[in-house]
């Protein structure tokens, strides 16, 4: 029944759409996407949150295989919301957020009541080579409908990489404010695991073991390891190159095959975005977190030292 009042709703709402002004018509589509969000967060187990780009689609991966190796599932079919629930009903439900849609809808922006009493893992990456990955996903994969919805640059704009990173509306000041609006709330949120990308690229059987954990499973050395290495860079952009994940739509799914650009597995590098700037833009953009971003993930200058 749910299913059926979510499509209906989304027919509705693109059709009245059309008749709207074009702000309107994107406010309007935003309460869609945030009610739909409020219906699975009303009805999950578990909550991943993180910023666009943060390595969601990744994790969500590793955390597949694993329940895929538990369960005996299939291995070409990646978590939903309940689809694996669907399929052994040990398996709990997990909702994927960016937390955009749903503070929107709840009302709660500027904190993070949403998820006080709620299992949260935050995913958190380091904001510069969020936002350079932003840029790609905005300039090759986005569709043209959601970056106007969302304030992201025009369909078709002519600007670079720095200039994306830049801007006010979804750049580098707009993640860090994202995290910041995080790191005052964390105290506040009873069950909490936060995860840094770094560190699940550095050790990522290590990281997993702790999510595993959090998610109340076994924690079998054996499925870490498998895991590790079905979620690795060239393995996953060799399956997305294949069109592997087939069943779970274009989460994993280049735009175009010749274009490394169009993937959703890219680089996947930490501190990737050193190869976009130079020295002074490099810099900038490090003052620029160093003076805004509250030092709580490990991304400023002074918790490195």
């Known amino acids: 029944m749910h299913m059926i009042i979510k499509r209906l709703i989304k027919w509705l709402v693109r059709a009245i759409s059309v008749f709207l002004p074009e702000a309107k018509a994107h406010e309007l589509q935003r309460w869609r996407r945030g009610k739909e969000e409020f219906w699975k967060y009303n009805h999950c187990d578990y909550i991943f949150a993180s910023y666009g780009k943060s390595g969601r689609t990744w994790v969500r991966v590793m955390i597949s295989r694993y329940y895929q190796l538990m369960y005996k599932l299939p291995d070409n079919i990646l978590m939903g919301f309940d689809n694996f629930t ?4 040990q398996i709990p439900k997990i909702f994927f957020t960016h ?17 006080y009493h709620k299992n949260t893992v935050l995913l958190v ?29 025009a369909h078709e704009a002519d600007i670079s990489v720095y200039d994306f990173v830049k801007g006010q509306d979804q750049g580098l000041a707009h993640i860090i404010n994202f995290l910041n609006n995080w790191a005052r709330e964390l105290p506040q949120i009873k069950n909490l695991l936060v995860v840094r990308y770094e560190d699940l690229r550095a050790h990522p059987e290590q990281e997993m073991a702790r999510i595993v954990a959090f998610l109340g ?41 010749k274009d490394p650009n169009t993937f959703k597995v890219r680089k996947a590098k930490v501190g990737g975005y050193r190869d976009y700037f130079d020295d002074n833009q490099v810099a900038e953009l490090h003052a620029m977190v160093d003076s ?3 030092p709580v993930f490990g991304y400023t200058s002074a918790e490195a030292r």
Request: proline share 3%.
């Open 217 to 257: 499973m076994e924690v079998n050395e054996a499925y870490l390891r498998d895991t590790a290495e079905f979620a690795s860079v060239e393995n996953l952009r060799k399956k997305e190159q294949d069109n592997y994940f087939w069943r779970s739509g274009s989460r994993v799914q280049a735009k175009d095959v």
């Open 86 to 89: 669907r399929l052994n009903k």
């Open 292 to 294: 805004k971003l509250l």
């Open 125 to 153: 990456r380091n904001p510069i080579d969020v936002a350079v990955s932003q840029f790609f996903q905005w300039k090759y994969r986005m569709r043209p409908e959601k970056k106007a919805m969302n304030k992201y640059p």
């Open 99 to 115: 937390d955009n849609y749903l503070r929107g809808f709840t009302g709660n922006v500027d904190s993070k009541k949403d998820f």
